[in-house]
């Protein structure tokens, strides 16, 4: 199963449900290598399934030091095509390792 690293709104209960159909299972974990900003979301059925103006995105620094706590996520296939018309354009999904050793994908900024 493909794992999808949540450090947002995809942790949300409501925006799983809206989603995916479905609560997702997953552990935390920590990404290294990256930092955190905010964007400003426009696109009205996010900000709907959201509840924020405002969301998270991942900025590649190389500073191992800079360090993201999140939750790996079990999805299926399917799911990250659900995911990917979920994140708005400002976003592209990309594969990455974890702390744990486990792959995942990550969204990060354009």
């Known amino acids: ?17 809206e989603t995916f159909g479905r609560i997702l299972h997953g552990q935390k ?21 959201s509840g924020q103006k405002y969301h998270p995105v991942l900025k590649f620094s190389g500073n191992e030091k800079d360090r993201i706590e999140g939750i790996l996520f079990e999805v299926t296939e399917n ?6 018309e ?4 400002d976003y592209k999904r990309i594969e990455t390792i974890f702390k744990s050793g486990k792959k995942g994908f990550i969204y990060v900024g354009k």
Do not use: C, N, W
Request: hydrophobic share 40%.
């Open 29 to 49: 974990d920590i990404l290294s290598g990256y930092r955190l900003d905010m964007i400003e979301i426009t696109d009205v059925e996010v900000l709907r399934k």
């Open 86 to 89: 979920y994140e708005v354009d």
């Open 1 to 17: 199963m493909p794992h999808l690293f949540s450090y947002g709104t995809l942790q949300k209960e409501q925006v799983q449900m």
């Open 79 to 84: 799911e990250i095509l659900q995911a990917d």
